[in-house]
């Protein structure tokens, strides 16, 4: 399978190059101003700023995330955005009113998208992740092991608009270039995600959005995840979007230091996407 996408990677560049020396390139903009592709914001692991509080205790999840876009430009009438993003995810306990981190996961991603009509995009990319145990958690659970847990990957998603509706309907598979969870090394171990979001003017800039999220494993026979988050969003003239939600996760747990548990939780938080 590492092979299939090697070609097709391969293929996909090959026939970019081709074109882009065959035809003339207009309309190119470096580190343009906007995403193309847009945030899905019931994914976890969606590259933003973001704090949440846990229902049900003190413990809180931070992120530290952003999609940077490098260059677009048009190709035949086609337009192109290669971008890159990375996040870094924590978890935090707090007993008695001090944090104590608990796991940290770090996030890599690098895509070229397309917008192949006003309603269908497509994005190719590779990524990186690594899940990590920090020092608080082996302090409070000497017997907790840590796990090495890597993964490299290529992935494909396509995103349907619904500019009628307000909803957007997504799709995608990545597919491992490497696996790693302890000492076991795979290759094309597949990921497959989907999700709805919908939103509904009722300020001015203020939409009420509803989204779901699967993700669904194949290590647990495709064992799914799923992600449910309902809030205001504010968006301003530039582009920029904080978001108030209540989200609801269960299912296998994401983090790699608990891959193979599970996570039911339910928070609070604000995001904001660059």
Request: charged share 15%; hydrophobic share 45%.
């Amino acid at each position: 399978m590492r092979f299939a996408w090697l070609y097709l990677s391969s293929a996909i560049a090959t026939a970019l190059v081709t074109t882009l020396s065959a035809r003339q390139v207009s309309d190119f903009d470096f580190l343009p101003a906007h995403n193309r592709f847009p945030v899905f914001s019931a994914d976890p692991s969606t590259p933003d700023f973001s704090i949440q509080k846990m229902f049900g205790n003190e413990d809180l999840i931070g992120k530290l995330g952003a999609t940077i876009p490098l260059a677009q430009f048009l190709l035949n009438n086609k337009r192109l955005q290669i971008d890159a993003a990375t996040s870094t995810i924590s978890f935090f306990q707090a007993p008695g009113g001090g944090l104590k981190v608990i796991s940290t996961d770090f996030h890599f991603f690098t895509s070229a998208s397309v917008e192949w009509t006003p309603t269908f995009s497509w994005r190719f990319g590779f990524g990186h992740t690594s899940h990590h145990l920090n020092d608080n958690a082996l302090t409070r659970t000497p017997a907790l092991t840590p796990t090495n847990y890597s993964r490299d990957y290529l992935a494909f998603d396509c995103l349907i608009s619904i500019p009628s509706y307000r909803a957007m309907f997504y799709a995608g598979i990545n597919d491992a270039l490497q696996f790693h969870v302890s000492t076991n090394a795979q290759e094309s171990v597949w990921i497959l995600l989907g999700g709805v979001p919908v939103k509904v003017r009722i300020l001015e800039s203020c939409d009420l959005y509803a989204a779901f999220n699967l993700r669904f494993r194949q290590e647990f026979q495709f064992a799914a995840t799923q992600n449910f988050q309902v809030g205001l969003e504010f968006a301003s003239e530039n582009g920029r979007v904080l978001r108030a939600a209540l989200d609801l996760q269960t299912g296998k747990d994401n983090r790699g230091q608990f891959y193979d548990k599970p996570l039911d939780i339910a928070t609070i938080g604000l995001y904001f996407d660059l």
